[in-house]
Nanobody, 126 residues
Framework: QVQLVESGGGLVQDGGSLRLSCLTSGRTSNSYPMGWFRQAPGKEREFVAAISWSRGFTRYASSVKGRFTISTDDAKNTVYLQMNSLKPEDTAVYYC???????????????????WGQGTQVTVSS
């Protein structure tokens, strides 16, 4: 099992930036593809970004492509989500997740992830 702890959420104005962090721990935590998801009130959890830790391949939802960047720091066992040009519609609880299976790929479906963090709130004011 991989333990995940997110941080970095908060309140920011329209057009602002935030960087979310996800500290991972557990057995070979940096062998699992990682993802960020978000869930707004009354909506289903949706995919935001994913990364292949071993290869660095990345994938983004169309709604955030060009504004968000997912990255990893092997030395710190941490996954980041840099969010620029934030919009009110980005307001949600953001979750970090570790895939069920180790590998060099990445996944965009929540069902492909087994371990989840507790979430961090991001609020963008207009």
């Amino acid at each position: 099992q991989v333990q995940l702890v997110e941080s970095g959420g908060g309140l920011v104005q329209d057009g602002g930036s935030l960087r979310l962090s996800c500290l991972t721990s557990g057995r070979t935590s940096n062998s699992y593809p990682m993802g960020w998801f978000r869930q707004a009130p009354g909506k289903e959890r949706e995919f935001v970004a994913a990364i292949s830790w071993s290869r660095g391949f990345t994938r983004y939802a169309s709604s955030v492509k060009g504004r968000f960047t997912i990255s990893t720091d092997d030395a710190k066992n941490t996954v980041y989500l840099q969010m620029n040009s934030l919009k009110p519609e980005d307001t949600a609880v953001y979750y970090c997740a570790a895939a069920t299976y180790r590998g060099s790929g990445y996944y965009t479906r929540a069902v492909d992830y087994r371990d989840w963090g507790q979430g961090t709130q991001v609020t963008v004011s207009s």
